[in-house]
């Protein structure tokens, strides 16, 4: 049974030609918790890939200020690590908070569904009713389905979370600290690219470095996305290296500028 299960999983076009009663509850149930693990595993790349993103563009536009309005390399050090170490605490502490805060939403709107169900079934089981139609199904199945969920509470309370509110009742099971923790080392790691060539040197030098590394990550940060987006992988990773290659522009053009608005003096010849 094993083996068939695992012939089952690898072989795509054999699961296209079989009919419902032909699936095994061992290999759905493999099946279904590979999906879960997927889309759980999805929610921490969407997290990683944001961190680094965000540490990548933001640091890069703060250096690249810092470097239009000096040629000198310590205030850029200063003001990029400071930026970095700020956003690592500060991404993590807003994905925490975050993350806990929609899971207690979400508890406290299945806990007025699962009440719903139980005080008022009558109702849970027409509105259940009327999406199934609103999905297309024609009005007495809608009502049949509706009523054989309607003698399993649990199961009419999960289909209503589903479609009445868009959620999942198991959904939102990651720890909010795991999530923290990946969101502030991504972070983290984003920052080293724009901040690294200024550790070697100065000037207009460094900032071409510092883009140039910054871009070529985020390319690849495209690139590696487009595995799940199923996006052409050139198109993703120019998308993100325009965000990144905009805001280095930006930051370097309002960083040349600053002291002329600010009415520095001019540096002695």
Do not use: C
């Not at 929610?43 to 200020?65: C, H, K, M, N, P």
């Not at 609103?134 to 009523?147: N, S, T």
């Not at 965000?243 to 930006?250: D, E, R």
């Amino acid at each position: 049974m094993e083996d068939r299960t695992a012939t089952l999983m690898a072989d795509e076009d054999a699961r296209a030609e079989m009919a419902a009663h032909e699936f095994d509850h061992e290999f759905l149930e493999v099946h279904l918790t590979d999906e879960r693990r997927k889309a759980s595993l999805l929610g921490e790349i969407r997290e990683a890939i944001f961190g680094a993103q965000d540490g990548l563009v933001s640091t890069l536009a703060v250096v690249s200020t810092v470097a239009g309005a000096t040629n000198e390399r310590y205030p850029v050090l200063v003001a990029g690590i400071a930026s970095g170490l700020a956003g690592i605490f500060s991404m993590a502490a807003g994905e925490y908070i975050g993350s806990k805060s929609q899971r207690e939403i979400f508890d406290a709107q299945i806990v007025d569904e699962r009440q719903e169900v139980h005080e008022r079934p009558g109702e849970a089981e027409a509105e259940v009713a009327y999406m199934f139609e609103q999905d297309g199904l024609p009005h007495d199945q809608a009502r049949e389905v509706a009523r054989v969920m309607a003698g399993h509470p649990e199961v009419l309370l999960k289909t209503m979370v589903e479609k009445e509110l868009g959620l999942s009742i198991e959904e939102g099971g990651g720890s909010p600290l795991q999530g923290a923790l990946v969101m502030g080392a991504a972070f983290g790691l984003g920052t080293i690219p724009p901040i690294l060539p200024h550790v070697f040197g100065a000037g207009d030098m460094a900032v071409v470095a510092s883009v140039g590394a910054t871009l070529a990550v985020l390319f690849g940060i495209g690139v590696v996305k487009s595995r799940w987006t199923h996006r052409s992988w050139w198109a993703s990773g120019l998308e993100i290296l325009a965000v990144g290659a905009i805001a280095g522009v930006a930051g370097y053009f309002f960083g040349s500028i600053l002291p002329v608005l600010l009415g520095a003096p001019e540096a002695a010849a």
